[in-house]
């Protein structure tokens, strides 16, 4: 599904990504721990196709794709679907005609006709059941007005309307109360599915409790220093992100 | 991210005039130049009474002794109002046409091209391509260069008893009425170009709605600029008896030519006891190119006076045209309990230029004014609000609401707001609300990544922050400005 090799990128000439390898194979669910700075949130950007990274060397396959020769909104149409971690207020423009412009912006992408209006609120109406919004809530702006768990629990209804093949979530559980949390884990549960496959980015062990990862990686300095099962993550969260300085020097030796 | 910046200006650097046609056709049109000579013979083209002839030179007289106004934010070389020709007229239409069969096919065919049906039958069944609110439901007053051409529905509206014609034929077939009112809101002395208006205005419509009628469709005017070197003076008149309703749509555009035309149109509103007059503006004239070159300098005066208890005056704009425009309609709220509302969208993008606003005259007790304007500048663009609110001693309990937004797409264009208010009753209630802002990098980011293309995201983005004017405009109306506003914010490269 997406490999990435070697990638290196950096902001404002700032290297932030040095030199990051990961093969994450479809059907499966990945999750990226580290502490605050280490690249994780820069990583889904980079994929997600963000300008302000620039890629430096590297490359990343995503399906049959050179992941990094298409532009952002091709990627969406690909199936590449980012979770925001701060989603923006859009005034004015309901969430709902965002969700069917870019339904339909996919559906023109594969040279299908648009949704048809009937078939479209039916689909809204099973989806905003299982993250628990009111119909009046997706009629309003994007966003607008939005508490941080609001805004989450919408990034995820957004997901289970688009269907992604891939979808990177960055730090969608941060700032959410139980409830939401557990919205959150089941959105991503419902998706798991052999065809598709998702990253998450967080910096808790409290979401894998609900979402039980095929793998865990740990993101250090901008690199991957330690990867294995869910119960790396058990670990992490017993010994803390504090023996990362010892396995980076091993790593790099 | 510097580079997505300049992404989202190329989208709106360039974008196609789709009316920048010229319609080839004899035309009557007198020499450039302006005197007393030149205002009889516009009088006698028209076949006026001596009252209209003396109305005009006394304004003539008035205007020679003022000077075009310094204070606006706006910078044009100065207009040689030598230079300009005063009257424009196509051949065919001498001795104006008592049937559309009658009509110049020329005519009937740039019409056609800009999506004006002419033909009631046609209207009916609503015409192809049609770029233009398509509605059984809207009669036309379709004014080319210096006169009308055609008026629709006239008969239909004649059995409701509202009188909707050009306002040369209302001088001869209504004079009482157009003695009454014409000049009564915006005197000849007003302004410069108010003055120059009333001086050699040559057409524009009349309206009148009689009391306690509800107008049974809505009545719209067409205003077309052909000529080269001719200015358009359009004189609109608008009268709303007690109790009476009415709703008017006006659209403009011109041919895309290098050289500046000058339109100075007056508009004159006059709502008695709880009548109600919508009005509304889709301006699209001419804006010149990317450089400045060409394009229409759109000098407008438009006022409303709420004279009677209860009326409402409502003006809702969309102004994406013109290379400047100075133009600030307003409402003198005269009777109690009256109400005043102004909702505008104005683009700027090129080099165009616009100060606008209004103005809010609070003289009746109770009397309620709203205004909403939202400002988009692109490219070059530069914009100011200007808006006066004025709440005079006997206005008690007067409130006003205002709230001016601006969006600024890319760094080289610019937004300013020139809020004035004076209130001389201490019971009046007035809110002012400004903000401004970028289309920013993470709401483009953030449509981007669902799949839309840069060009549906700036849209989209730009629809959201329009939606509470959009949402005043008549229902066609509303979808064609949304659709004029993607067609001006559109990417040549596509």
Same mark, same amino acid.
Request: proline share 4%; net charge negative.
């Given at each position: ?253 | ?151 629709? !529905?006239?008969? *239909?509206?004649? #059995? ?6 050009? +306002? @040369?034929?209302?001088?001869? $077939? ?124 759109? !000098?407008?005066? *438009?006022?409303? #006076? ?6 409402? +005056? @409502?003006?809702?704009?969309? $102004? ?124 483009? !980011? ?49």
């Amino acid at each position: 599904m997406l490999s990435i090799k070697n990638l290196h990128a950096e902001v404002d000439g700032k290297p932030i990504l040095r030199g990051i390898n990961l093969d994450i194979p479809a059907g499966e669910i990945h999750a990226i721990m580290g502490p605050n700075g280490s690249g994780k949130s820069t990583l889904a950007s980079v994929l997600a196709g963000r300008e302000e990274y620039e890629v430096t060397q590297g490359s990343v396959t995503y399906k049959n794709h050179k992941l990094l020769e298409l532009d952002p909104n091709e990627r969406a149409c690909e199936g590449v679907f980012l979770g925001f971690q701060y989603p923006v207020e859009i005034p004015g423009v309901s969430n709902l005609y965002l969700l069917r412009a870019a339904i339909n912006a996919r559906r023109k992408y594969h040279g299908e006709p648009e949704i048809a209006a009937i078939d479209f609120m039916k689909l809204v109406q099973e989806k905003i059941d299982y993250v628990g919004m009111s119909m009046d809530m997706v009629k309003r702006g994007v966003n607008e007005d939005f508490s941080g768990g609001e805004k989450k629990r919408n990034e995820i209804f957004q997901m289970l309307m688009l269907e992604p093949t891939l979808a990177l979530l960055d730090e969608t559980d941060s700032g959410l109360d139980i409830d939401a949390l557990k919205v959150v884990a089941d959105g991503i549960n419902r998706l798991r599915s052999p065809e598709r496959s998702t990253v998450l980015v967080t910096h808790y062990k409290r979401l894998l409790e609900y979402v039980v990862p095929d793998r865990v990686h740990v993101l250090y300095k901008g690199q991957i220093v330690r990867s294995g099962g869910p119960e790396l993550a058990d670990t992490l969260e017993a010994e803390g992100y504090a023996n990362l300085e010892t396995d980076e020097t091993a790593a790099t030796s | 991210m510097a580079a997505h910046q300049e992404d989202v200006e190329a989208l709106v650097a360039e974008r196609e005039y789709e009316a920048g046609f010229v319609t080839d056709l004899e035309s009557d049109t007198i020499a450039p130049g302006l005197n007393e000579d030149v205002i009889r013979f516009i009088s006698g083209k028209k076949d006026e009474p001596e009252w209209m002839l003396e109305w005009r030179l006394e304004a003539y007289r008035q205007w020679k002794q003022m000077k075009s106004p310094k204070w606006p934010h706006l910078h044009y070389a100065p207009i040689d109002y030598q230079k300009i020709s005063y009257f424009s007229a196509p051949k065919s239409s001498a001795g104006k046409p008592k049937s559309l069969d009658e009509v110049d096919p020329k005519l009937l065919e740039t019409y056609a091209k800009l999506g004006i049906p002419l033909h009631e039958q046609e209207m009916l069944a609503g015409v192809e391509g049609a770029s233009y609110p398509r509605s059984n439901n809207v009669a036309v007053d379709a004014v080319f260069d210096s006169v009308s051409v055609a008026t629709t !529905f006239k008969g *239909k509206l004649k #059995d409701a008893g509202v009188i909707f014609c050009s +306002i @040369s034929e209302a001088i001869q $077939e209504h004079p009482e009425l157009v003695k009454k009112y014409l000049g009564s809101v915006v005197p000849r002395g007003d302004n410069f170009f108010a003055g120059l208006n009333a001086a050699v205005f040559t057409d524009g419509s009349f309206v009148y709605i009689p009391k306690g009628v509800r107008c049974p469709m809505e009545l719209s005017t067409y205003f077309r600029i052909n000529a080269e070197n001719t200015g358009q003076f359009e004189r609109t008149l608008i009268i709303a008896e007690a109790g009476s309703h009415v709703s008017y749509l006006e659209g403009c555009t011109a041919p895309q030519r290098d050289e500046n035309q000058l339109h100075a149109a007056v508009v004159e509103l006059v709502a008695e006891d709880d009548a109600e007059i919508k009005y509304s503006t889709v301006q699209n004239w001419y804006p010149g190119d990317e450089n400045g070159k060409g394009g229409i300098f759109n !000098f407008v005066t *438009k006022r409303g #006076d709420c004279r009677g208890a209860r009326s409402k +005056i @409502s003006w809702t704009q969309v $102004e994406t045209g013109s290379a400047i425009t100075w133009k600030y309609p307003s409402c003198i709220l005269t009777g109690d309990d009256s109400v005043g509302e102004f909702y505008s969208v104005a683009v700027t993008r090129g080099m165009q230029q616009a100060d606008t606003g209004t103005k809010m005259i609070h003289i009746g007790r109770n009397s309620k004014s709203t205004i909403i304007a939202k400002g988009i500048s692109a490219a070059r663009g530069e914009q100011a609000y200007r808006g006066l609110v004025k709440i005079l001693p006997s206005a008690a309990n007067a409130r006003n609401f205002t709230q001016c937004d601006s969006l600024l797409i890319g760094d080289k264009c610019g937004a300013h707001t020139f809020p004035y208010v004076e209130s001389r009753n201490s019971t009046a209630k007035l809110e002012h609300e400004a903000t401004t802002s970028k289309i920013g990098e993470d709401q483009m !980011f953030y449509c981007l990544q669902r799949g839309l293309t840069e060009e549906d995201a700036v849209s989209l983005i730009v629809n959201g922050f329009c939606k509470d004017v959009f949402k005043e405009l008549p229902m066609e109306f509303a979808v064609e400005a949304q659709k004029l506003l993607d067609v001006t914010l559109e990417n040549a490269v596509g």
